[in-house]
Every structure is written in structure tokens, then in C-alpha cells.
């Protein structure tokens, strides 16, 4: 409707135009009244426009609407009088003039009323109509042709109106509900900037605020006003530098996507002001001007301080000990594969260290102070690493350290040195000072570029010879220790099957008195033939079935089966069979297994041998478990005595039937004083506590005089006999009393 006014002003014009053309051709009271008609009509519309011009020109009445309608008839009736009334008059000069005249009309005022279509057809069919007749009476040759077209146009005019009024509708339509999304929108945002934890903000092409709510500023510490216009990178700038390098690195790096155009997607910066650090997560994209360049950008502030802080605490969880706060396992094993694969390969040594005794503390003094004493352990290992160096914890209490740099033997030599010596000087750990022990393996890396598992493997490989070599020590990784590693597992694999594979036999070795040379019982001792790795001796393959946690299985294999032979010997005879840790760690499964095992035989004839170290483990527990076993009649024997540290302390606590001095004392014993004496000590104390002295690996005769003059009641060893195969020990006892006085050079009188 805006083009009313141009509209009403062509109407008048054109009276005018046809005043003037027509003034000396027709009657002036016609043509005055009919100006003044199309003039009084041009005047209303304009008023009705006057009238209703502050309304949004989207917006029209049903009413506003009808009168158009009406507006528009009577100005095209008007229009059409004009040539029904003057065209047959006037000359053909004038003739074309208000042809042209209402065909202007015709087409101009259809198009200029297209936003009101029924309008527009009022006024297309009257003034169309109009002329149409008008030609059809003016006799004029080219009238019928001229009709036609006419009639033509009309309908072009009146069906371009109606399909523009359509899409124009459509145009409001689409452009009201943007509106109405507009102030939703406006009202959304209001709200978050209000409400919301996020933040929002706008720059201009600058970098200075523009758009800025109240709650931007106060959390940027300064007022609204202030902020409008500020460069942002200005007035954050002390707090992006106090955030450190990474700071200004991470805000270099914003600026830098924001300069290249593109949208920003949750990009972390981080601001340090009195409150300490905090991180933001900034998402923003470009404003663009009609040109489609960067006038500005919007975009949102998130602070993210906590959740990011969650983060940093996963990611160093995920790389730290929580415990001791150094580096873990997987962080140790990556940055050793970062070392070994650059370039040029730098030489590097890995130290794997494991706490010798450490499962005592945790047994006997809790888990809290075991934690503790790692804790002690992690810092005593950091202090005396060097800086370049990094210590790890890889769990449990195995600890390691990666030396960078080329040190030679004699300086890795002197740092593990340090290392165990600050280890021993005694923790406080819960008002007790413990000193620790540790075993160390090392491993050198080659230029021939090592693997990560390759150099662990042999560090570990190196801390096993350390360990097995009596702790608290260190050792170099050498390739023979590879073969021995290999081996163990190749064992370690085989032993997994000996069992269903009938692959163990046991061998008897007697126990006779030294009296009067009376066999006693027999010792089990366990045999293991490979079809590969042949005949494997006991010491060598017990310690690999233990560590493999196969020792239950294979003790209660050796249990059984003893206790099945025990059984078809003479009654009164003992047998003793060997038991290792691991299947006292079960404790009432091993209980059990004992019983079922024995339940042919009476519980006195079978004897339970058991090595100082087993009991080393878990005190506690061993002792409880060999109680039970004892108030079932079961006898226990302390196997291989003086080879431990603290004998006597088990003794008290656990008054054991038998004893067995260890081979290595009776050997010496004949020769070297000292040994004699320790023997004597050892015989004296067990008669002190009431048991069974048996001595072990009686290979001479002058041994057995000699045990026997003291006091020791059995003799076991090849003197007497190798361990026998079952089917070996009816033999074995029919044969013996012939031999025995002579073997063991008894006096006479006393066989038996
Ligand atoms: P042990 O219980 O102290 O067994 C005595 C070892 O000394 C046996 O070695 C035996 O053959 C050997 N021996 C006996 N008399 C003499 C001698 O006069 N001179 C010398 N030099 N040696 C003698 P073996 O059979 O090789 O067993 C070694 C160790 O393996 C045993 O020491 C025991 O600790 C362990 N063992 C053997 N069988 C079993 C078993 O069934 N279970 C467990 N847990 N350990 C076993
Ligand atoms: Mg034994
Ligand atoms: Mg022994």
C-alpha cells in the first residue's frame, strides 16, 4: 500500500493528461465533473492512506481489505466511463492518447494492487470491461483486434496479481513466524544470559565488545558501559599471561581460527587471576556483512574449571601412581618407547626394583603401613635419582627407574649402591622403624635398537637372578640369564600338563634310627620326567611350579600318591612328604586335602615337611594351618633347618615333631669344628623342645658314628640309600638289616 500516494498522483495526472488532450473535443462540464470525481477519489484513498500509515504494512483488516475493494471499483468505474463516453467523440489522436492512457491504467493499477488481488480484479474488469465496450461501439477498423488484446491483457494482469498476492502472502506468512521466532529467540537469550552458567559475548571486527549483558561484565570484573568497546585481548591480556605459557599459547591459538574465518568449536583457554586458574571453553563463529565479510563474531564462554580439572586428575591418574605420585607402569613403558624409538637412540639403562620382605610388612603390620612404606620407599628412590632420571611405581612393590644417558657399569653400579643403602636406613612407618630390603635388576639398552619388552624382559630377567641370588643385591642382565628365563618359561608351559600327562613319579629315601639302625619311614620326594627336557631335578623345577601357581595341584597329586604307597608298607612306618608355600596359603582346602589324602592311614605315620622360607611368607597363617593338622595327629617336620633366618622364632611358636638339620651343616661335619658345634646346638635345642632330630645327606659312615654319639635320632642320606622307586622298598627293607650295622658301623649288641 505504500504506492498509494504514487498511485493516487498517476490518477490525477492522468485526468489531467486527458483534460488537456480532449478539452476542445468534448463537453467541459463532462470533463470538469469527471476530474473532480477522480480527484475526490484520489484524495479519500489518500486520506485511508494518511490514516492508516503507521501500521505495519504486513498487517491489513478484513475491513481495510473491502475497502480497497470498493475504493478500487469505483476508481476503475470512473476510469471506464472515460473511454464508453469519449472514444466514439474525439479524434484519433485523442483516440490513442486514451487508449494508451487506459491501458496504462489497466496494466499499472492491476500490478500497483496486486498485494489486494480482489481488488486488483475489480479494478482490472471494470476498467477492462469498460474499454472493451468502448471499442466495440467506436466503429474504429482495428477495434475487434484491439478488443481481443485488451481482453487478453486483462487476464494476464489479473492471474499475474493473484500468483504474486500468493507468493507475497507466503512472504509474510514466512516472514511473521520469523518474527515471531525472533522474539522467542530474544526472549531465550535474555533469559540465558540471566540464568545460564554459560557466557555470551560479541566482537566486533576488532576484537572489541560489543554486544555485552550485565553478567559478561560483572564476571569480567568491570561494568557494562566499561566493557562496550573494550578490545577483549586487552583487557584479558594479564590474566591469559598469568596463566602461564600454555595460556598464551592456547589464546595465540584462538585468535588464530578466529582470523582464519571459520567457526571455533569448544576451544580451552585458560585465564589465572586471584582466584587461581580457571579453564573456559570458548565456541564462536564469524558474523558476515551483506559483502560476506567478517563484521564481528558471537559466541559462547563456558567455564569448564571443574570438569577440566576432573580431567587433568583422570589423565594423571591414568599416567601416575595415586599412591607414591610417580610415574605408573603405562606411562613408564610409553616413555621408554618414545626414548628408545628417537633418534639418534640415546643409551638408557632400566632398574627394576622389588622390595625383598615387603609382604611380612603387609602381613604383619597391615596394608596401611604397607602403603606407607611404599610411599617412604617412592621418595627415598626419588631422592636419590637423578633429575634426568624417572622413577616409577609398576605396582605392588616393584618399583623402577629409567636412566637416561650414558652411564657405564661402574656409575649404574654406584647408583644402585646408593639406592639400597638409602632403602636400608630404617623407615618410620607408624612409629616403628623397618629397614627394606630390595633386589635390583638392570638393563642396559643396545644400539642395536632394543624393544621396550625386550629391555623390561631382561631387566626382569636380571631382578630374578638378583632375587634367587639371596636379595639385596643388584644384578647386570646377561645374555646366559635370557637362556635361564627361557627355559623357566619353556618349564613353566610343560608343567602345566605333568600332572594329567602321568608325568611325576615319587622316589623313597628311608629314615633310619641311629640306635640301632631301625627303619623308621621314608621320605616322598618328587621326580619330574620330560620327554623333552628329560629328568628335571626338584630344586630346579619346585620354585617354577610355585611361581606359576601350579603347586597346589601338583601337591595334592604328590599327597595322594604318597599316602597310596604309604599305605602298602609295613604299619609304623612314617612317611614324610614335602610341602611347599603356595599350598599353605589354602589354608582349609589344604587341610582338607591333607585328611582326604591320609584317610587309609593313621595320622601319626604321615609327617608334613615344611621349609623354613614357606613359612617366612605368612607366619600367621602357616601357623594356624600346621595347629590344625597337629590337633588332627598329623606330625610337622621343619625341613632343611639352618638354611632360614629366624628358626628359632618358629620354633617357639609352633612346636614342630620333628627336625631336620640341613645337609650343608652334616657335611662339614666330621672335618671343620665349627660345624660340629652348631650341629651339637641344633641337637641339644631340639632335645630341649622335645622333637624328632633327623640328619639330612648322611653320606659316611664317620658321620652317623658321630651323629649318634650326639644324640641325633634319625640319619637320612645316600649312606643309608638313594631315594627309591616304590617298587624299590620291599627290597630296600628286606635288605637293610643285613647291612645296616656294617653301614652304619653300629656296635653289636645293639641291632636290632
Ligand atoms: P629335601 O626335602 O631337603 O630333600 C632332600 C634332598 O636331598 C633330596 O633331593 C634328596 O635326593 C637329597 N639327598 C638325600 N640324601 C642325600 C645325600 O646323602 N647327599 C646329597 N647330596 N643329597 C641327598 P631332591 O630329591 O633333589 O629334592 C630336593 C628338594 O626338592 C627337597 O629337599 C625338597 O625341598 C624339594 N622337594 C622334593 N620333592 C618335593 C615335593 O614333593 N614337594 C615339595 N614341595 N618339595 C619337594
Ligand atoms: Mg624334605
Ligand atoms: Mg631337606
Same mark, same amino acid.
Given at each position: 500500500m505504500h504506492l498509494t500516494p504514487l498511485a493516487m498522483a498517476v490518477n490525477v495526472a492522468n485526468a489531467g493528461v486527458i483534460c488537456l488532450v480532449t478539452w476542445s473535443q468534448v463537453s467541459h462540464t463532462f470533463l470538469l465533473g469527471w476530474s473532480a470525481a477522480i480527484c475526490g477519489l484520489a484524495a479519500l484513498g489518500l486520506r485511508g492512506w494518511l490514516h492508516g500509515r503507521g501500521r505495519s504494512r504486513r498487517t491489513a483488516s478484513m475491513r481495510g481489505m473491502r475497502r480497497a475493494v470498493v475504493q478500487a471499483s469505483a476508481l476503475s468505474a470512473l476510469w471506464a466511463v472515460l473511454p464508453l463516453s469519449l472514444l466514439a467523440k474525439v479524434d484519433t489522436g485523442a483516440q490513442f492518447i486514451v487508449g494508451m492512457v487506459v491501458t496504462g491504467m489497466v496494466c499499472a493499477g492491476g500490478f500497483a494492487l496486486s498485494t489486494v488481488p480482489a481488488a486488483a480484479t475489480a479494478w482490472v474488469v471494470m476498467l477492462g470491461t469498460g474499454s472493451v465496450l468502448a471499442l466495440w461501439r467506436s466503429g474504429m477498423? !482495428?477495434?475487434?483486434?484491439? @478488443?481481443?488484446?485488451?481482453?487478453?491483457?486483462?487476464? #494476464?494482469?489479473?492471474?499475474?496479481?493473484?500468483?504474486?498476492?500468493?507468493?507475497?502472502?507466503?512472504?509474510? +506468512?514466512?516472514? @511473521?513466524?520469523?518474527?515471531?521466532?525472533?522474539?522467542? #529467540?530474544?526472549?531465550?537469550?535474555? *533469559?540465558?544470559? *540471566?540464568?545460564a552458567s554459560d557466557l555470551l559475548w560479541e566482537l566486533d571486527a576488532r576484537? =572489541?565488545?560489543?554486544? +555485552?549483558?550485565?553478567?559478561? @561484565?560483572?564476571?569480567?570484573? !568491570?561494568?557494562?558501559?566499561?566493557?562496550?568497546?573494550l578490545s577483549a585481548t586487552r583487557l584479558l591480556s594479564r590474566a591469559i599471561a598469568n596463566a602461564g605459557e600454555d595460556g598464551v599459547a592456547r589464546w595465540a591459538a584462538l585468535q588464530q581460527l578466529m @582470523? =582464519?574465518?571459520?567457526?571455533?568449536?569448544e576451544h580451552l583457554v585458560a585465564f589465572a587471576g586471584v582466584d587461581g586458574l580457571s579453564w573456559w571453553s570458548i565456541s564462536t563463529h564469524p558474523l558476515l556483512d551483506a559483502k560476506g565479510c567478517t563484521e564481528g563474531w558471537r559466541g559462547v564462554a563456558a567455564n569448564v574449571t571443574d570438569k577440566h580439572q576432573a580431567h587433568l586428575r583422570l589423565t594423571w591418574l591414568a599416567h601416575n601412581d595415586a599412591l607414591t605420585g610417580l610415574v605408573n607402569r603405562t606411562q613408564f613403558r610409553e616413555l621408554l618407547q618414545t626414548l628408545l624409538a628417537g633418534a639418534p637412540v640415546q643409551p638408557l639403562a632400566v632398574a627394576l626394583i622389588d622390595l625383598d620382605d615387603f609382604k611380612q610388612v603387609n602381613d604383619s603390620l597391615g596394608h596401611a603401613a604397607g602403603d606407607e612404606l611404599l610411599r617412604l620407599v617412592g621418595e627415598r628412590l626419588l631422592s636419590v635419582a637423578r633429575r634426568s632420571d624417572t622413577v616409577a611405581r609398576l605396582g605392588g612393590d616393584e618399583f623402577a627407574i629409567l636412566v637416561r644417558g650414558a652411564a657405564s657399569p661402574a656409575e649404574l653400579s654406584a647408583l644402585c649402591g646408593r639406592l639400597l643403602d638409602a632403602l636400608a636406613a630404617p623407615c618410620e612407618v607408624f612409629d616403628l622403624a623397618i629397614a627394606t630390603r630390595a633386589s635390583i635388576g638392570i638393563a642396559v639398552t643396545s644400539a642395536d635398537g632394543s624393544g621396550v619388552d625386550s629391555v623390561m624382559n631382561h631387566a626382569d630377567v636380571a631382578l630374578y637372578e638378583a632375587k634367587h641370588s639371596g636379595g639385596?643385591?643388584?644384578?647386570?642382565?646377561?645374555?646366559?640369564?635370557? *637362556?635361564?628365563g627361557r627355559r623357566r618359561n619353556a618349564l613353566a608351559a610343560s608343567l602345566r600338563h605333568a600332572v594329567e600327562r602321568g608325568e611325576f613319579s615319587l622316589v623313597y629315601q628311608p629314615q633310619v634310627s641311629s640306635g640301632d639302625g631301625r627303619v623308621c619311614g621314608f621320605e616322598a620326594l618328587l621326580r619330574w620326567q620330560h620327554d623333552e627336557h628329560g629328568q628335571v631335578s626338584p630344586t630346579e623345577f619346585i620354585p617354577i611350579a610355585e611361581?606359576?601357581?601350579?603347586?597346589?595341584?601338583?601337591?595334592?597329586? +604328590?599327597l595322594a600318591e604318597a599316602c597310596r604307597q604309604a599305605?602298602?608298607?609295613?604299619?609304623?612306618?612314617t612317611v614324610s612328604i614335602n610341602v611347599s608355600a603356595a599350598q599353605l596359603e589354602g589354608k582349609q582346602s589344604f587341610i582338607e586335602c591333607v585328611e582326604e589324602a591320609a584317610h587309609g592311614l593313621r595320622p601319626e605315620t604321615v609327617e608334613l615337611e615344611i621349609t623354613e622360607s614357606a613359612l617366612v611368607d605368612d607366619v600367621d597363617g602357616a601357623v594356624t594351618t600346621l595347629r590344625a593338622l597337629r590337633a588332627k595327629g598329623f606330625r610337622v617336620a621343619l625341613d632343611d633347618f639352618g638354611t632360614g633366618y629366624s628358626a628359632l622364632g618358629y620354633l617357639r611358636q609352633l612346636p614342630f615333631n620333628t627336625l631336620k638339620i640341613d645337609r650343608s651343616?652334616? =657335611?662339614? #661335619? !666330621?672335618n671343620d669344628g665349627e660345624s660340629r658345634v652348631l650341629v651339637e646346638t641344633i641337637l641339644a635345642m631340639s632335645r630341649g623342645f622335645g622333637m624328632t632330630a633327623v640328619a639330612e645327606g648322611v653320606e659316611r659312615p664317620e658321620e652317623a658314628e658321630m651323629l649318634r654319639a650326639r644324640g641325633c635320632d634319625l640319619l637320612q642320606g645316600?649312606?643309608?640309600?638313594?631315594?627309591?622307586a616304590a617298587d624299590q622298598v620291599g627290597t630296600f627293607l628286606a635288605e637293610w638289616p643285613k647291612r645296616a650295622q656294617d653301614t652304619l658301623r653300629l656296635p653289636a649288641p645293639h641291632m636290632a
Open positions: 477498423s !482495428v477495434a475487434g483486434g484491439a @478488443a481481443l488484446m485488451l481482453g487478453l491483457y486483462c487476464c #494476464i494482469v489479473i492471474f499475474s496479481a493473484w500468483s504474486w498476492a500468493r507468493s507475497f502472502g507466503a512472504r509474510l +506468512v514466512a516472514e @511473521a513466524r520469523a518474527d515471531r521466532q525472533n522474539e522467542v #529467540i530474544g526472549l531465550l537469550l535474555r *533469559d540465558f544470559e *540471566d540464568h576484537g =572489541r565488545f560489543r554486544h +555485552v549483558s550485565q553478567r559478561l @561484565a560483572s564476571t569480567l570484573g !568491570v561494568t557494562s558501559g566499561v566493557l562496550r568497546g @582470523a =582464519r574465518g571459520t567457526a571455533v568449536r639385596q643385591r643388584w644384578c647386570f642382565f646377561e645374555p646366559a640369564m635370557a *637362556d635361564a611361581a606359576a601357581g601350579l603347586m597346589p595341584e601338583i601337591g595334592a597329586w +604328590v599305605a602298602l608298607w609295613p604299619s609304623g612306618l651343616f652334616i =657335611r662339614d #661335619i !666330621v645316600y649312606l643309608v640309600s638313594q631315594p627309591l
